[in-house]
Nanobody, 120 residues
């Protein structure tokens, strides 16, 4: 199983950007999918998370500005980021809870980071 993130880049304050993350490989089902950022001390903090049926969770800092969505047919999760601020600058990681065979349990997989820089 692999998660491939894309969409990062440089954007001006107030601008918008959309991140995408596609899961591929041996996949039976995907439960939650989410986006995290790299916090100090190598911790990863939740930005947004979405269940298979669309229930979402957001960090307080992004509520009203970011929208997470997913396309279950494409095994892909998106993060639409609007009204971006310099403090949103970070490396963003996608993650997903994936079951790879009918007899196994779910495992959490991480994608590679995609870098967002918000600067004028």
């Amino acid at each position: 199983v692999q998660l491939q993130a894309s969409g990062g880049g440089l954007v001006q304050p107030g601008g918008s950007l959309r991140l995408s993350c596609a899961a591929s490989g041996r996949i039976v089902s995907i439960a939650r999918m989410g986006w995290y950022l790299q916090a100090p001390g190598n911790q990863r903090e939740l930005v947004a998370d979405i269940s298979r049926d669309g229930h979402t969770i957001y960090a307080d800092s992004v509520k009203g500005r970011f929208t997470i969505s997913r396309d279950n047919a494409k095994n892909t999760v998106y993060l639409q980021m609007n009204a971006l601020k310099p403090e949103d600058t970070d490396v963003y990681y996608c993650a997903a809870d994936i079951r790879s065979n009918y007899y196994g349990s779910y495992q959490y997989y991480w994608g590679q980071g995609t870098e967002l820089t918000v600067s004028s």
